[in-house]
């Protein structure tokens, strides 16, 4: 049972267009998410987050949206840059629980310069 | 910078042989976690370490794979037996432990079982 899904295993853009990556999740009681960025044969790097009592958070060129009655979350990349170009991963998590995160299954980004 | 250690970073060993993955975890970092990384599943959880004690290893094969920490510097995960099916990229990740502290992630160990 995936919780947490990435439907979109890859996207290509043009660098200076916007990427989307979307996610989306079935647990409710997820209140907290996390986007990290994964370079080949290195560890998943910590992105952004948000909490369930926003719905939109902003750090430099990277935003990431929610939309909690849709059980969706997005990250937007504006401008996109060849240096983007990597696996993203979602990820949510229960504040109740232990800092147990349930990860998606990645979506690989490509920038085309 | 601070990093999470793994060693291995690569392992390959033939079904049926014992292997033994080692993370050192951030300096003063709490908690611990294994993931696999698989493309059908992305990153599963197979163990989580508090204070070196485990409070989850649900998403672990009790029979083949084991978890520990020895001391706070050094975790280890070990496949005995293992089998072709448990190739993949291990992680290990370690954390704070406090509110919403992101987990900061080691290179990997790929292991390949022929």
């Known amino acids: 049972d995936q919780q947490v899904k990435q439907n979109s295993p890859s996207l290509s853009v043009q660098e200076g267009r916007i990427s989307i990556l979307n996610c989306d999740y079935t647990n409710s009681m997820f209140d907290y998410f996390l986007w990290y960025k994964k370079y080949p044969a290195e560890g998943p790097t910590f992105l952004i987050s948000i909490s369930s009592i926003k719905d939109k958070n902003e750090d430099g060129r990277f935003t990431v949206f929610l939309n909690k009655s849709a059980k969706h979350l997005s990250l937007h990349i504006v401008p996109s840059q060849p240096g983007d170009s990597a696996v993203y991963f979602c990820a949510a998590l229960n504040s109740g629980g232990y800092q147990k995160v349930t990860f998606g299954t990645g979506t690989k980004l490509q920038v085309i310069p | 910078d601070a990093r999470v250690t793994q060693t291995p970073r690569h392992k390959v060993t033939e079904m049926g042989q014992e292997v033994t993955m080692r993370c050192q975890p951030i300096?003063?970092?709490?908690?611990v976690f294994w993931y696999r990384q698989t493309m059908m599943q992305g990153l599963e959880l197979l163990a989580y370490?508090?204070?070196?004690?485990?409070?989850?290893d649900s998403g672990m094969p009790k029979d083949r794979f084991s978890a520990e920490m020895p001391d706070a510097t050094l975790a280890t995960l070990k496949i005995q037996p293992s089998e072709p099916r448990d190739s993949a990229v291990y992680f290990c990740?370690?954390?704070?432990?406090?509110?919403?502290?992101?987990?900061?992630f080691g290179d990997g160990t790929r292991l390949s079982i022929l």
């Open positions: 990740a370690s954390g704070l432990g406090q509110g919403y502290q992101p987990q900061h």
């Open positions: 300096l003063g970092h709490n908690t």
């Open positions: 370490f508090r204070n070196r004690a485990p409070l989850d």
